[in-house]
């Protein structure tokens, strides 16, 4: 099982090392990290995080969300940009998180594929990948990682599923702070984190690619990429 972890101000991080997968083994601990923004660590935060050996921070925000709310690392060698949108795609306009977050694997493969690709060349200490709240973007990155690895698709639901409970106490907090209840719906809708979304979004990947290794490959992923991925997760 993933193993949180304490980095003071942030609220959704883990080690997903510890997950079994479909020969016999686990994936590795001290290599990828799923987390929420940097931008929330307090300075007893950055310390925790400086333990933590990482070697390599993927930021997949957007440049306007970096430029706003920078983490204490922006701009440092350890991180790195990954944003999963071109700067000229228009917003997604869909209606709920699964439709927005199929739009955005389907409009850009090659920029998940990139986002998995650094995780597979860092060649050692711990990858921590990151958006806002580390729910959606991270929870696509972190699934198609994991995909490969050869996690049982039961325990990727699972994991992605945890950042529901780390994650209420943030989204009842957001509720209470809109006063028009009218909006507390659509908040809802992209805020929570339910299991059924990552098994839409998978479904749609077998349907469309044939599976998120298939995906991978369509967005440029090669088999020494892949298999780099699968040595530096499971080993």
């Keep these: 099982m993933t193993v949180d972890l304490d980095w003071p101000g942030c609220r959704n991080v883990r080690d997903v090392g510890g ?133 049982p698709e039961d325990e990727i639901v699972a994991d992605y599923y945890l950042t529901q409970s780390r994650l209420a106490g943030w989204l009842e907090e957001q509720l209470a702070d809109e006063p028009d209840a009218s909006k507390h719906p659509e908040m809802i809708e992209f805020r929570d984190t339910r299991a059924e979304s990552i098994v839409a979004i998978l479904r749609h990947l077998d349907a469309e690619y044939g599976g998120p290794e298939a995906y991978l490959r369509h967005g440029g992923l090669t088999e020494n990429d892949l298999s780099n991925l699968k040595g530096r997760l499971v080993g």
């Design 19 to 151: 997950l079994p997968t479909a020969d016999g083994r686990v994936t590795r601990e001290g290599v990828l990290i799923r987390a929420d923004s940097l931008q929330y660590l307090t300075e007893a935060g950055v310390v925790a995080f400086r333990r933590a050996g990482v070697a390599r921070i993927l930021d997949l925000r957007g440049d306007g969300e970096v430029a706003a709310y920078p983490t204490p690392f922006t701009g440092t060698p350890l991180a790195v940009r990954q944003s999963l949108q071109d700067p000229a795609d228009p917003d997604h306009g869909q209606p709920t998180i699964v439709e927005a977050c199929i739009w955005m694997l389907d409009k850009r493969p090659e920029l998940f594929a990139a986002a998995v690709k650094a995780i597979a060349d860092e060649p050692e200490g711990a990858v921590v990948v990151h958006c806002h709240g580390g729910k959606d973007r991270t929870g696509m990155v972190v699934a198609l990682a994991l995909s490969v690895a050869g996690v």
